[in-house]
């Protein structure tokens, strides 16, 4: 679609949004027209009076990144990535170290499986 396209599809889109608005503009009681009125103004009021808005979305910014941001959203990502790898290393280590103490240990694994054991080891271990 060009650019001129685009602008008469979104003008036409505009003024479509309008009437709409303006149809139903007869249904709204005095008070809540004039509280819009009101914050309408407040808001106008507060704008800087240089003040210019694109409406080109989100997808137009995520296109138009600039060469620092990029490559800020790249380190980023690597960051994550390299976090979850670490993670993923640690949990494998406390894996093969819970495996190295029940073997280095001097009782069958199945005493560690009986109900009573941790109830045993806390009466006959020195405090």
Request: aromatic share 12%; charged share 30%.
């Given at each position: 679609m060009?650019?001129?396209n685009q602008?008469?599809?979104e003008n036409k889109q505009a003024k479509e949004i309008v009437n709409l608005l303006d149809k139903d503009l007869a249904n709204i009681d005095p008070l809540t027209t004039s509280k819009l009125k009101y914050?309408?103004?407040?808001a106008l009021s507060q704008m800087p009076a240089n003040a210019t808005?694109?409406?080109r979305g989100i997808l137009y910014l995520l296109g138009t990144h600039t060469h620092q941001q990029k490559i800020r959203l790249i380190v980023i990502g690597l960051l994550l990535i390299l976090g979850v790898f670490l993670m993923i290393d640690q949990n494998a280590?406390?894996?093969?170290?819970?495996?190295?103490y029940m073997l280095g240990s001097e009782l069958p694994?199945?005493?560690?499986?009986?109900?009573?054991?941790?109830?045993?080891?806390?009466?006959?271990?020195?405090?």
């Open positions: 060009s650019a001129k602008a008469d599809w914050a309408r103004e407040k808005f694109n409406h280590q406390d894996a093969h170290q819970s495996d190295a694994p199945e005493a560690y499986l009986n109900e009573g054991f941790d109830t045993w080891l806390s009466e006959n271990s020195p405090p």
